[in-house]
């Protein structure tokens, strides 16, 4: 079984920075294809935020591009996603995920717990 562990959330004034962490963990992971993060604020659909494949293509929604930078260890199994200039409107549970994931048992898909990111004065 493969678990994906995220940090970094929090409270935050508008104009301020966060950087979330998500590292997947599990006997046996071979690769990940790729990462990134959702996100879902109350009363609206989940959206893509960000994703990286392992070959290092990386994708943004049109709402964070030039604010929130997604980087990857692929050594690590670990996400980044470093989130600068939050707006009011970031306020949303992130959720992390993984697609692709090669490991003993074969290849799957994942997603974290969520973390929640509050953008406040």
């Known amino acids: 079984q493969v678990e994906l562990v995220e940090s970094g959330g929090g409270l935050v004034q508008p104009g301020g920075s966060l950087r979330l962490s998500c590292v997947g963990s599990?006997?046996?992971?071979?690769?990940?294809?790729?990462m990134g993060w959702y996100r879902q604020a109350p009363r609206k659909q989940r959206e893509l935020v960000a994703n990286?494949?392992?070959?290092?293509?990386?994708d943004y929604a049109d709402s964070v591009k030039g604010r929130f930078t997604i980087s990857r260890d692929n050594a690590k199994n670990t996400v980044y996603l470093q989130m600068n200039s939050l707006k009011p409107e970031d306020t949303a549970v992130y959720y992390c995920?993984?697609?692709?994931?090669?490991?003993?048992?074969?290849?799957?898909?994942?997603w974290g717990q969520g973390t929640q990111v509050i953008v406040s004065s």
């Open positions: 995920y993984a697609d692709g994931v090669v490991d003993h048992l074969g290849v799957d898909n994942y």
């Open positions: 599990g006997r046996s992971i071979f690769s990940i294809f790729a």
């Open positions: 990286i494949t392992s070959g290092g293509t990386i």
